[in-house]
């Protein structure tokens, strides 16, 4: 099985205590996924052949996350589970049932921080997690 990289342009995997790491602990809970840095607009595509099922909102006020704006994901079931592809703008060609590959377009990297608490250091991020167990639809 060979995975492609869901970015291509891609500066910077956060480690250790950096709050984009996985597991990193923040105020109201763990990072449950790794951010990968990147630019705003960042096309987003599939690590592996698979179908969509499911396409929600992730981060925002109405979700009760109001320090967010609003942001959605997309999560991919493939051979290897269920990738969860967050903090982006879905393709609005993009149905639940939809089967992609490495050529289909998930979505774009969008901004998740609010005006006056950006870092100078990360334009965006593709919020990235995987699970071998299939979500709760």
């Known amino acids: 099985m060979k995975w492609i990289f869901p970015i291509e342009n891609c ?3 956060p480690i250790n205590f950096h ?3 996985f597991g990193f602990k923040r105020r109201k809970n763990f990072h449950t996924g790794i ?3 990147t630019n705003y607009h960042e096309p987003v595509y599939p690590c592996e052949i698979g179908e ?6 992730f981060t925002g ?3 009760g996350m109001d320090w967010w704006l609003d942001t959605w994901a997309v999560m991919v079931e493939g051979k ?3 990738i969860n592809y967050g903090e982006i703008q879905p393709n609005p060609d993009l149905k639940v049932g939809d089967c992609v590959d490495g050529s289909t377009l998930i979505g774009n990297v969008i901004p998740v921080i609010k005006e006056g608490r950006e870092r100078p ?4 991020h593709l919020f ?3 699970s071998n167990f299939a979500p709760a639809l």
Do not use: H, M, R
């Open 80 to 82: 290897t589970g269920v």
């Open 35 to 37: 951010d990968l840095y």
């Open 19 to 21: 709050p984009g790491a």
């Open 61 to 63: 006020a109405s979700l």
């Open 52 to 57: 969509v099922v499911k396409i929600f909102q």
């Open 128 to 130: 990235f997690s995987g």
């Open 121 to 124: 250091d990360i334009e965006g």
């Open 11 to 13: 500066s910077g995997i």
